[in-house]
């Protein structure tokens, strides 16, 4: 039986993960994990994340997890999730806050006024179903169809240094990268325990991931 643990460091939709999770993976051993141990001894690890980024950086060092999720970044399949997948680059506009630097690149603003193709003012923060347009293949996109609507709130969106690490874009005023993944990695910047059917296959395809 696997085992999952969801990182808990205070800041994040930690039951509602949770909740998706136990639906989509009801054989798994999934466990809400606020020390090192318990996220060392995972077998996959989910590292969600809801909030300004300063407040995430800032509990996570004072839960003392941060070491732990670095080493799971390294060692074990680990799905990022919101600004959990924003942690794993090196810098945040919001707050010129330095974070994890896992991935190269940075975390930048929506700059407005921005306009979709029907001249409709687009606010700030993005929220709502948005199509994902997968850049390539992954074994999470597995039976997840093309432009598929995932469902997102955010203000900031990663923007990786190596084009390779995209696999997933949206558009909200221009393209931006949503989905990144490099080896054991792969991060979201929406929220698949929002996003219905295929929000929880995607959590299956991570409990069912062999990278």
């Known amino acids: 039986m696997a085992l999952i643990a969801i990182v808990d460091y205070g800041m994040g939709n930690i039951h509602s993960v949770e909740r998706a999770l136990r639906h989509a993976a009801p054989e798994a051993d999934i466990r809400l994990c606020n020390n090192a141990q318990d996220i060392l001894a995972a077998d996959r690890v ?5 909030g300004a980024m300063a407040d995430c950086i800032r509990t996570l060092d004072e839960a003392g997890l941060r070491d732990a999720v670095l080493t799971a970044a390294k060692t074990k399949p680990l799905l990022g999730v919101c600004v959990g997948e924003q942690m794993l680059f090196e810098r945040s506009e919001e707050g010129n806050t330095v974070s994890l630097g896992i991935f190269k690149g940075e975390v930048k603003r929506f ?30 996109w597995r039976g997840i169809p093309d432009l598929t609507p995932f469902y997102f709130v955010h203000s900031y969106f990663a923007v990786p240094a190596q084009a390779e690490l995209v696999v997933g874009q949206s ?6 990268a949503c989905a990144v993944a490099a080896n054991n990695i792969f991060a979201v910047q929406f929220h698949p325990e929002k ?4 929000g929880l296959r995607l959590y299956r395809n991570f409990v069912d991931w062999k990278p």
């Open 46 to 50: 989910v590292f969600p994340g809801q």
């Open 111 to 140: 700059q407005g006024p921005a306009f979709d193709a029907g001249a409709n003012q687009l606010k700030v923060p993005h929220m709502g179903w948005n199509p994902v347009k997968q850049s390539r293949s992954h074994a999470l």
């Open 171 to 176: 558009n909200y005023g221009g393209l931006f």
């Open 195 to 198: 996003s219905a059917e295929y």
